[in-house]
């Protein structure tokens, strides 16, 4: 395991600038995503990391190694493409040992290392097996495995559920979670899912074309965003914003251009009381919860969670409120008021 340090990075292609200069420091043993809409430079920052982006400026530390000029494989990095990239005429056995056998290794060693990882992955029952025979999971699994028996000091992984179905992708996070305790691996993790970094991320870095707009807890994104870019990128549905003149406040801060509140902190009450006023335009309902979607005029259109048996209809009219301290103030140039 090794800690990873970003100074001042900046990648270029031609006279486009991609990475505008990052500093970033990942702990060893930590898990840490990054997360952005496409275009924002997440996956060319993680291949800056593996070495297979060139470094344009800046410096990349492993540990305490200067990594910036090494080539990919003097790194002891380890990727896991969104791709699995396996071998379809080799078993899962074969494709797992891999790298080892390409190395010279024993195959006393080989096979150890192979069965520790097929045991940790629980691929104990398909190592006989193709490719072809295995589940999207399965197959990423595989491909998880090869990186491990190479013991690596850091796991880059990109985007490597974005080829599965909704319920394998639940059942991938739970078996990355469980790696990285197994493991207690330093991880870097690339994906435009939220839900995925929320639910796995020790720490997040949301970026924002090609520079880091907040990094933290995914509790600390979620409950204190930075600026309006993070407020409304980390949550779904994402938080409501409406400008300050449009909503009834007692108090606010010196500079506020607009107000967030996110959909569960509203409340639907009569109509004349609250906050803002608005009619409900269309219902979501998924079961435990609804998303009632309302027209609130020059507020807009305000999303709000409630209770799955919530009594409302379309063309309902109704007040909306929050408690003072659920509200976001962020002033003209998006940047959050405390």
Same mark, same amino acid.
């Given at each position: 395991?090794?800690?990873?340090?970003?100074?001042?990075?900046?990648?270029?292609?031609?006279?486009?600038?991609?990475?505008?200069?990052?500093?970033?420091?990942?702990?060893?043993?930590?898990?840490?995503?990054?997360?952005?809409?496409?275009?924002?430079?997440?996956?060319?920052?993680?291949?800056?990391?593996?070495?297979?982006? @060139?470094?344009?400026?800046?410096?990349?530390?492993?540990?305490?190694?200067?990594?910036?000029? @090494?080539?990919?494989?003097?790194?002891?990095?380890?990727?896991?493409?969104?791709?699995?990239?396996?071998?379809?005429?080799?078993?899962?056995?074969?494709?797992?040992?891999?790298?080892?056998?390409?190395?010279?290794?024993?195959?006393?060693?080989?096979?150890?290392?192979?069965?520790?990882?097929?045991?940790?992955?629980?691929?104990?029952?398909?190592?006989?097996?193709?490719?072809?025979?295995?589940?999207?999971?399965?197959? $990423?699994?595989?491909?998880?495995?090869?990186?491990?028996?190479?013991?690596?000091?850091?796991?880059?992984?990109?985007?490597?559920?974005?080829?599965?179905?909704?319920?394998?992708?639940? @059942?991938?996070? %739970?078996?990355?979670?469980?790696?990285? $305790?197994?493991?207690?691996?330093?991880?870097? %993790?690339?994906?435009?899912?939220?839900?995925?970094?929320?639910?796995?991320?020790?720490?997040?870095?949301?970026?924002?074309?090609?520079?880091?707009?907040?990094?933290?807890?995914?509790?600390?994104?979620?409950?204190?965003?930075?600026?309006?870019?993070?407020?409304?990128?980390?949550?779904?549905?994402?938080?409501?914003?409406?400008?300050?003149?449009?909503?009834?406040?007692?108090?606010?801060?010196?500079?506020?251009?607009?107000?967030?509140?996110?959909?569960?902190?509203?409340?639907?009450?009569?109509?004349? @009381?609250?906050?803002?006023?608005?009619?409900?335009?269309?219902?979501? %309902?998924?079961?435990?919860?609804?998303?009632?979607?309302?027209?609130?005029?020059?507020?807009?259109?305000?999303?709000?969670?409630?209770?799955?048996?919530?009594?409302?209809?379309?063309?309902?009219?109704?007040?909306?409120?929050?408690? $003072?301290?659920?509200?976001?103030?962020?002033?003209? $140039?998006?940047?959050?008021?405390?």
């Amino acid at each position: 395991m090794a800690s990873i340090t970003l100074k001042n990075v900046e990648k270029w292609f031609g006279q486009a600038q991609v990475i505008k200069g990052v500093d970033l420091e990942i702990e060893e043993g930590e898990f840490v995503i990054f997360v952005g809409p496409s275009g924002c430079g997440k996956s060319t920052l993680l291949r800056m990391i593996a070495g297979l982006e @060139e470094t344009s400026r800046g410096q990349i530390l492993v540990g305490d190694r200067d990594a910036t000029a @090494e080539p990919p494989n003097k790194r002891g990095l380890a990727m896991v493409f969104q791709s699995y990239a396996l071998y379809p005429h080799m078993s899962v056995r074969d494709n797992v040992g891999f790298p080892l056998k390409s190395a010279g290794l024993p195959k006393e060693e080989v096979a150890e290392k192979v069965a520790e990882a097929a045991r940790v992955l629980k691929l104990d029952d398909y190592l006989d097996r193709r490719p072809k025979d295995l589940s999207g999971g399965q197959r $990423q699994r595989v491909a998880i495995g090869r990186s491990i028996v190479r013991d690596p000091t850091a796991f880059l992984f990109d985007e490597p559920l974005s080829n599965l179905d909704a319920a394998l992708r639940v @059942e991938m996070r %739970y078996e990355i979670a469980k790696l990285h $305790q197994t493991l207690k691996a330093t991880m870097i %993790y690339v994906t435009h899912d939220q839900v995925e970094a929320m639910t796995l991320a020790d720490r997040i870095v949301v970026l924002e074309f090609g520079k880091i707009a907040q990094v933290g807890t995914p509790r600390e994104l979620y409950e204190k965003p930075a600026n309006l870019f993070v407020a409304q990128f980390i949550g779904s549905p994402r938080m409501n914003v409406m400008p300050a003149e449009t909503v009834a406040l007692k108090t606010a801060p010196e500079g506020a251009d607009s107000v967030g509140i996110r959909p569960e902190h509203l409340e639907l009450v009569p109509s004349g @009381e609250g906050l803002v006023q608005g009619t409900v335009d269309v219902l979501e %309902y998924l079961g435990a919860d609804t998303f009632v979607i309302l027209n609130c005029g020059k507020a807009g259109q305000i999303t709000v969670r409630v209770n799955g048996t919530a009594d409302c209809r379309p063309g309902d009219a109704f007040g909306l409120s929050a408690p $003072q301290e659920m509200l976001h103030m962020f002033d003209a $140039q998006g940047l959050a008021l405390i």
